[in-house]
């Protein structure tokens, strides 16, 4: 399949598409369906909704490099990584370490302090399912080590500009 015929879900580029792409997807009152497909980036980042309803949401993500590189914690949500390609090294508050790859998972309770990046090679990419704690809860909050407000697509979360690989696609 040549890649001007691939389909994949829009690319969110900060917390408030994202919000609104979960809210879009959130009034389905049928099944959905999606494909995990992607353009994989040469250079940051990429995060597609591909399904949501009120309290859940599944999110495709890809890093070139980096990751969510400063220490936080998401206040109003558990969710977790599922590994699909490539490798990443997670952090906690004290110093803990752990690698995964292919197939590996993480998850993380509310209010759990963690961050990762992605390490040299392939592209990382991620599925990610996020839960609500609560109805009615802003679930993209999170904080950074210090407890103040930390956006997941700011500077100070090191967000590196998007440059996609017209060429490389996941399936």
């Not at 609500?132 to 590196?160: C, F, I």
Request: charged share 25%; proline share 5%; glycine share 8%.
């Amino acid at each position: 399949m040549s890649t001007s015929t691939k389909s994949a879900a829009p690319i969110v580029k900060n917390t408030a598409e994202w919000l609104s792409e979960m809210e879009r997807l959130a009034r389905r009152t049928t099944p959905s369906f999606f494909h995990l497909s992607c353009q994989l980036p040469k250079a940051g980042r990429t995060n597609q909704v591909l399904g949501a309803t009120k309290m859940m949401s599944v999110v495709l993500k890809t890093y070139a490099e980096g990751g969510e590189n400063e220490l936080h914690a998401h206040i109003n949500e558990d969710h977790f990584f599922c590994i699909l390609q490539g490798r990443a090294k997670f952090y906690g508050p004290n110093g803990e370490e752990r690698e995964v790859g292919k197939n590996d998972c993480v998850l993380l309770p509310k209010g759990s302090l963690y961050w990762f990046h992605a390490i040299e090679g392939e592209p990382l990419v991620m599925l990610r399912v996020g839960a609500a704690s609560e109805d009615e809860t802003d679930v993209m909050a999170r904080v950074g080590a210090d407890g103040q407000p930390l956006d997941g697509y700011s500077e100070a979360n090191k967000e590196v500009p998007l440059v996609l690989d017209a060429d490389r696609w996941f399936e």
